[in-house]
C-alpha cells in the first residue's frame, strides 16, 4: 500500500526541527534545484529528501571534513534551499513544503515560480581552477602566502624579493640583476668591485686601493710590478744597489767609497 507523505511527516517532523535546531550555520551559496527539493534527484521531492537534508545537517554540525551522505546527488549547497548562505531549520520547513506540494507564501516567492525569490537574486560564486581573489561573489577563493601575490588567473606568482638589492637571487628562481665586469655580488645583494691584482704586487687595483707596495729603493711600473730604482745621486762610479754601475773613472782616477772619483798618484819608478 502507498505511503501517505502527510503520515510520514507528522513521524519525522518533530525529531527534524529538533535537530536542525542544535545545527551551526553552513555558509553556502546555492540557486533552485529543479524539481524544487529534489536533493537526491530522483525526479521529485520526497519525504527521503528530507531526511537526507536533516542528515546533512547534521554531519555539517560533526565539524571537520564534510563528507556528502550517499543521498546528496549534488553540492552542499543544494540543501540551501532559500539561498540564504546558510543551511538551517528554514530549508527544512521550505522542503517540507515542497513535499506537501504546498504553494510558497508572496513574501518569499512573489512570483509563485516554485523558487524562492532569494535564489533567483543569488550569487553563485565561481572558483573554477582559481586559488586565490576574487570569487565573483565579494567574496574569496583564497588567499596566497608570503612572498606570492594573486595574479589575473586567479593562481598565485612568486614576488621577486629585490627591494635593496641589484644582484642576486631573487627568491623566484631569478636574479636581481647582474654586475658589470671586475664586480661580484655579495650577500646583501649588491656588486662589490674586485681587486685587479693579479700577477701584480704594486699599483692600482682597479676598485681605488692597491695592490701592495714597493720597498724602499724600487718603484712600481706600469705591469704592476716593482723594479729596484739605481741609488746614484751625488756619485760618479761605483755599484747603483741594482746591481749595474752608476759610472766608471777615467784613468788615472779610482772610484772611492762615496762613490767619486779620486786621482791616482802616478809616482811608480819616480823618487
Request: charged content about 15%; proline content about 6%; glycine content about 16%.
Amino acid at each position: 500500500m502507498a505511503t501517505n507523505p502527510r503520515s510520514l511527516l507528522r513521524v519525522f517532523l518533530p525529531a527534524m526541527v529538533a535537530a536542525t535546531m542544535l545545527a551551526a550555520p553552513q555558509a553556502a551559496f546555492a540557486e533552485c534545484i529543479t524539481p524544487f527539493a529534489d536533493i537526491d534527484q530522483s525526479g521529485s521531492a520526497k519525504v527521503n529528501d528530507i531526511q537526507c537534508a536533516i542528515i546533512v545537517v547534521l554531519k555539517v554540525l560533526e565539524g571537520g571534513e564534510f563528507v556528502a551522505p550517499g543521498c546528496l546527488a549534488g553540492e552542499l549547497s543544494t540543501v540551501d534551499g532559500n539561498c540564504s548562505g546558510t543551511t538551517d531549520i528554514v530549508d527544512i520547513q521550505l522542503f517540507i513544503g515542497a513535499v506537501l506540494e504546498l504553494p510558497m507564501s508572496p513574501q518569499i516567492d512573489p512570483n509563485q515560480n516554485g523558487c524562492p525569490e532569494t535564489c533567483e537574486d543569488a550569487c553563485v560564486p565561481s572558483c573554477d581552477g582559481a586559488l586565490c581573489g576574487n570569487d565573483g561573489c565579494d567574496g574569496s577563493c583564497g588567499t596566497c602566502e608570503e612572498g606570492f601575490a594573486c595574479n589575473d588567473q586567479g593562481t598565485c606568482d612568486c614576488v621577486p624579493q629585490c627591494e635593496g638589492k641589484t644582484c642576486g637571487p631573487d627568491a623566484c628562481g631569478g636574479q636581481c640583476g647582474d654586475c658589470g665586469e671586475g664586480f661580484a655580488c655579495n650577500d646583501q645583494g649588491t656588486c662589490d668591485c674586485v681587486p685587479q691584482c693579479a700577477g701584480k704586487n704594486c699599483g692600482p687595483d682597479a676598485c681605488g686601493g692597491q695592490c701592495g707596495d714597493c720597498g724602499s729603493g724600487f718603484a712600481c711600473n706600469a705591469q704592476g710590478t716593482c723594479d729596484c730604482v739605481p741609488q746614484c745621486n751625488g756619485k760618479t762610479c761605483g755599484p747603483d744597489t741594482c746591481g749595474g754601475s752608476c759610472g766608471d773613472c777615467g784613468a788615472g782616477f779610482a772610484c772611492n767609497a762615496q762613490g767619486t772619483c779620486d786621482c791616482v798618484p802616478q809616482c811608480e819608478g819616480k823618487t
